[in-house]
């Protein structure tokens, strides 16, 4: 990864104001940045989901053994909290949680039939509105909703194409 493509991801994650743009924001880097795909989360069953429910405790319920809260799906050195920011503690939290959601449609092949179709249906209605011909206030929201349904349409094709390679 270049260091330009990792600025940009970045200012996309700082860009993002509502819950669900910074968690698809905070995914996207996981995947992108990290290379937590989903070939590599079906490596940890169950853990994202451990791991976002440490994240996702308040700080003073959190029960620790050896630095890490008890619940820690992995070594130490991926315990990455940031207590003065809650929010930032919550979007990874909603990430590990999309990754484990992900995961496990994985399992199920019928998921990737119904969800392409869906996501191209998003894709589409999103691409018929031109945003140059919109106000300006409408145009961030024009933003969201195009990086959204792009998400999920390369998750439902990448789902679709996995599918048929097994």
């Given at each position: 990864m270049?260091?330009?493509w990792i600025e940009q991801q970045q200012a996309l994650?700082?860009?993002a104001t509502d819950g669900v743009?910074?968690?698809a924001a905070e995914r996207l880097r996981q995947i992108e940045g990290e290379g937590y795909d989903p070939e590599h989360d079906a490596e940890h069953p169950e853990e994202m989901?451990?791991?976002a429910a440490c994240y996702a405790m308040p700080v003073g319920d959190r029960p620790f053994e050896y630095g890490v809260p008890l619940l820690w799906p992995w070594t130490p050195d991926y315990w990455k909290p940031?207590?003065?920011d809650r929010v930032r503690e919550l979007v990874k939290a909603g990430a590990l949680i999309a990754a484990e959601i992900d995961r496990l449609n994985v399992t199920r092949p019928s998921a990737a039939r119904t969800s392409?179709?869906?996501a191209l249906a998003?894709?589409?209605a999103v691409l018929a509105i031109p945003p140059d011909g919109l106000p300006a206030s409408d145009r961030d929201a024009w933003d969201k909703g195009?990086?959204?349904a792009v998400l999920m349409a390369r998750r439902a094709i990448l789902a679709t194409l996995d599918e048929a390679t097994s």
């Open positions: 270049s260091a330009e994650c700082d860009a743009d910074l968690i989901a451990r791991a940031t207590p003065d392409l179709p869906k998003a894709l589409r195009f990086r959204s």
